[in-house]
């Protein structure tokens, strides 16, 4: 596909759950971030990679949150025991570099219940 | 601490009529501002990037201006299509270029 890739689009769970959240980016794209965006405000960075490597995780949370980038290509975004102020849009972004404008995806919907 | 201040919150205008956004940001040695487009249930859609003061950058109805201190997104005779919420956004100062700092957007209504 031409543009970054997420999936699953919506994931209902229960709190306490452990979820995966997956972002394909755009083919050739070096430069991986992740963001979370609550209603009615900006995505708040998460964590970057640079390859495969986390180049900045300052921004997540809690060590509840982790995420991989094992080949240099797609990510995964890992919660475990999920609460319910873990709700909210999680959106992947892909560049060609440091620098270059991100190209964002549709985002995963995360609701805990 | 980077800051972005996004005004008004929400702007509803008449089609045709023109206005302006505003972006607001702190942030030592800036080093790009970027603009972004998010419709409703998608991801912010790319638009601009801004490097400096001075510079403007257009596409179709829109003009991006660049100061020292803020940012305007001009909006010439807007169209129903143009309703979105308009994010922006910078790097952080220093040597890190990776995460941007958002603002929480202005939310624009183009009635017909």
């Known amino acids: 596909g031409a543009g970054v890739s997420q999936t699953p689009s919506n994931k209902v769970t229960e709190k306490g759950k452990y979820v995966e959240l997956r972002c394909d980016p755009i083919?050739?794209?070096?430069?991986l971030y992740w963001y979370r965006q609550s209603l009615g405000q900006g995505p708040e960075f998460l964590i970057y990679?640079?390859?495969?490597?986390?180049?900045?995780d300052s921004g997540l949370p809690n060590d509840r949150f982790f995420a991989v980038r094992p080949e240099g290509s797609v990510s995964t975004l890992k919660i475990q025991r999920t609460e319910r102020g873990d709700s909210a849009v999680y959106l992947c972004?892909?560049?060609?570099?440091?620098?270059?404008?991100?190209?964002f995806g549709d985002g995963t919907r995360l609701s805990i219940l | 601490e980077d800051q972005v201040t996004q005004s008004p919150e929400a702007l509803r205008l008449q089609e045709g009529e023109s206005s302006s956004l505003n972006c607001s940001y702190t942030?030592?040695?800036?080093?790009?501002l970027f603009w972004y487009r998010q419709d409703p249930g998608k991801g912010p859609e790319f638009l601009f990037t801004?490097?400096?003061a001075g510079e403007e950058k257009e596409k179709e109805r829109l003009k991006a201006t660049l100061t020292k201190k803020e940012s305007f997104l001009h909006i010439t005779a807007p169209k129903p299509e143009d309703s979105a919420t308009y994010l922006c956004?910078?790097?952080?100062?220093?040597?890190?270029?990776?995460?941007?700092?958002f603002g929480q957007g202005t939310i624009l209504t183009v009635h017909p």
């Open positions: 990679f640079q390859g495969t490597g986390a180049a900045d």
């Open positions: 942030v030592s040695g800036l080093r790009g």
């Open positions: 972004a892909s560049s060609l570099g440091e620098g270059q404008p991100q190209h």
């Open positions: 801004l490097y400096s």
């Open positions: 956004a910078v790097p952080p100062g220093g040597t890190s270029y990776g995460k941007l700092t």
């Open positions: 083919s050739g794209h070096t430069a």
